[in-house]
């Protein structure tokens, strides 16, 4: 019998796999939030350390367009989507330019309010990128040229509807969602759409207004407005059933039809719905534009999940089940997504904070903080990194020690990847409408 137990112990501990479902390589970061769940927890080993990181080689590199959002890795090369769909792939060690898809529509475009905020994904393969353009299509890219494998329009009418957040890939899928763009000027509808990574053919669509129909709308043919899917993850996935888990932000909300300012629990080819939670004050926080999307669901062990959003609450939900709220804490308005740690760790940016959370016994427990701004935290390596305020602040993840700062310019949306030898980071806001840029490279 102990012997028994021994054995089946051995097959856990060697069968046990991260977030994405899959092993992934020290040597790559091919998503945003580096796996498929968006804990933003990468690699163990990135051979950046508390050691050496204060003592890396900084190298400002420029480029044709601003990332306001944040790149992938595979292999030695970066890949970066600037705010007008260029899709651009970087030798990481040397700044320097391999290939550059531009899209069709890049002339016309370039310079205007038509923009996308989404970061690439790289197929499991590593042989694909999938990227976003600001005019509404996702195109599937040969990762040694940048040659166009496919293409797909997901929205009828992209001057309205944005691809705001970041691509997933997930069970032969790529999942993308749309929203609107700043402003909100109607009409729009945030949906997610999954799409055969193979073939390029649409396989599902689920609209959060409109719920009903179950096809790309023109957004002026719904009755309703706005629901947009916009925080930086998009669609995460839930490791233990591989749901699609997404959050929207203001729209009405009849729990049938219409799902604002709502966590959405779908199944992970989007099909259907299998679960949604929408806070008691729904309604005020629709009329005061406090949208509950601003930021994603963080998700935990045993089915929890964080979520903020504008009115500066930090929940605790039970997704699994009937969805409902669990705790609830003030942390401060969330326009960040939460970084999940072994997952007992939850740490969470705002405009004037970052701030540690345990999470054990069903519950959040508050462990440290600081006054220090962030972007999306991201753990890699032992080391919290939160970009910030002309910086990114590296800290000791359980104490909140600051370890070392690495200068950057001004940030937006983006978060740093850190995989390697390289702490790689975009400058810059899309909202300013410029065509050039800078990635900033940190490198052992």
């Not at 997610?192 to 709308?217: E, P, Q």
């Amino acid at each position: 019998m102990k012997r028994a137990l021994l054995l089946a112990a051995l097959l856990v501990t060697v069968c046990y796999l991260p977030a994405s479902g899959s092993a992934t390589s020290v040597q790559s970061w091919p998503l945003f939030g580096y796996d498929t769940a968006r804990t933003n927890q990468g690699p163990a080993s990135t051979g950046i350390t508390a050691a050496n990181v204060g003592h890396l080689r900084h190298l400002r590199i420029h480029l044709d367009g601003t990332v306001d959002s944040s790149p992938v890795y595979w292999g030695g090369t970066l890949f970066v989507t600037t705010t007008y769909g260029r899709t651009e792939a970087i030798d990481a060690r040397t700044g320097r330019v391999k290939w550059r898809f531009v899209p069709p529509a890049y002339a016309h475009v370039a310079g205007s309010a038509q923009i996308t905020n989404a970061s690439p994904a790289i197929d499991p393969s590593g042989k694909y990128v999938y990227a976003a353009a600001s005019d509404g299509r996702i195109r599937k890219l040969d990762a040694a040229n940048g040659h166009v494998v496919w293409t797909v329009r997901i929205t009828r009418d992209p001057t309205r509807e944005k691809i705001t957040s970041s691509l997933n890939v997930s069970r032969g899928l790529v999942i993308a969602t749309t929203g609107g763009y700043i402003g909100d000027a109607p009409p729009y509808q945030g949906h997610v759409v999954t799409i055969g990574a193979a073939s390029g053919r649409i396989a599902h669509v689920w609209n959060s207004l409109c719920a009903d129909r179950h096809t790309i709308i023109l957004p002026s043919s719904c009755h309703s407005s706005d629901s947009a899917i916009w925080s930086r993850n998009g669609a995460a996935v839930d490791p233990a059933n591989g749901n699609l888990v997404v959050a929207t932000g203001n729209a009405p909300y009849d729990g049938k039809t219409d799902f604002g300012d709502s966590v959405i629990v779908l199944t992970p080819n989007a099909s259907r719905i299998v679960g949604h939670w929408a806070p008691s004050n729904q309604a005020h926080l629709n009329s005061s534009d406090l949208d509950l999307g601003s930021t994603s669901p963080g998700l935990l062990p045993g089915g929890y999940a964080v979520q903020g959003g504008k009115d500066g609450v930090l929940r605790l939900l039970q997704l699994h089940g009937r969805p409902h709220l669990v705790q609830s804490l003030s942390v401060g308005a969330l326009f960040s997504v939460p970084a999940i740690y072994q997952g007992r760790w939850v740490f969470v940016a705002t405009s004037g904070s970052t701030q540690a959370f345990r999470f054990g016994g069903g519950r959040l427990h508050p462990a440290w903080s600081n006054h220090t701004d962030g972007t999306s935290p991201v753990e890699a390596g032992g080391l919290l990194y939160v970009a910030g305020n002309g910086a990114i602040h590296v800290y000791t993840p359980t104490n909140g020690h600051l370890v070392a700062t690495l200068p950057t310019g001004a940030v937006h949306w983006q978060s740093p990847i850190v995989v390697d030898g390289v702490v790689a980071m975009p400058e810059g806001n899309a909202n300013d409408h410029a065509t050039s840029g800078v990635l900033d490279l940190f490198r052992a």
